[in-house]
């Protein structure tokens, strides 16, 4: 089964090393790499040309910084017709290589998205195990992690346990399509909007979803996610709660009395 994987790059020139990603990359021959330059402004570019003079993967470049909601839209939609898996995950290397490589080669295999009858849409990974070992504990990552708890527990349980963890698949459907026709207004709380998107493609509204825990993670120094985007943050958890909130009351209207 064809499965690509999107690589969203924005100024990560301290954090990208070749050693990892050439050991990540020659461990999936069967796998496509689409690595996403996000419009950066630093050297990026020639560590992404250091590694395309031995390995091969697909490269884009972005003229503009569009951050990294859009950045892996582009490339999962540039994906989508030669792959029947799309997954992403972060470049900064803060998931373990040889878990990255099992993971990517275990998923490849059609047997491994089915149960019982039911073919699963996508393939959350989870922190679970090593959110307290592993990664750092910065109050503004506590804090998101925070947010992102109340909106699973409170405002629509049938999230994910960890929705923001940078590494996921997802299988290529009609549905899958349609939640990538337009561009996400979320972009520090994508993968959620990616869900509503899916679970209204879906017959019956169904979001079919593997949970799957993650042995090993660490937090990386550099990390997008800092105190100043505070305010920009909380706007948009406000935004995403309505947005659910929303579409929730939708999908009891058509339930209970048809389109």
């Not at 849409?121 to 708890?149: M, W």
Request: proline share 2%.
């Amino acid at each position: 089964m064809k499965m690509s994987m999107v690589v969203p790059l924005f100024n990560e020139e301290l954090r990208f090393t070749k050693e990892y990603w050439s050991k990540v990359i020659s461990g999936t021959p069967a796998v496509t790499w689409v690595f996403v330059d996000d419009g950066s402004t630093d050297k990026t570019s020639d560590h992404l040309d250091s590694l395309r003079n031995e390995y091969f993967f697909e490269r884009v470049r972005l003229n503009t910084n569009l951050g990294k909601a859009e950045a892996l839209r582009h490339g999962m939609s540039i994906a989508l017709d030669k792959s029947c898996v799309v997954g992403f995950i972060d470049s900064d290397g803060s998931f373990e290589s040889n878990e990255v490589i099992n993971l990517c080669n275990f998923f490849q295999q059609e047997a491994n998205w089915q149960s019982s009858t039911l073919k699963f849409s996508a393939i959350f990974l989870t922190r679970d195990q090593v959110l307290e070992t592993a990664r750092s504990k910065a109050s503004i990552r506590r804090l998101f992690g925070q947010i992102v708890s109340f909106v699973n527990k409170i405002i629509w349980n049938e999230l994910p346990r960890d929705t923001q963890c940078g590494f996921k698949f997802f299988y290529v459907d009609d549905a899958f399509r349609a939640a990538l026709d337009k561009p996400f207004k979320y972009s520090w709380f994508f993968e959620i909007e990616l869900l509503i998107r899916l679970k209204a493609a879906n017959v019956n509204n169904e979001l079919r979803i593997k949970q799957f825990p993650l042995q090993y993670c660490k937090d990386v120094p550099g990390s997008k996610v800092v105190s100043a985007n505070i305010f920009a943050t909380m706007y948009q958890v406000i935004r995403i709660m309505g947005s659910i909130m929303l579409f929730r009351v939708q999908t009891t209207f058509i339930q209970r009395f048809g389109r």
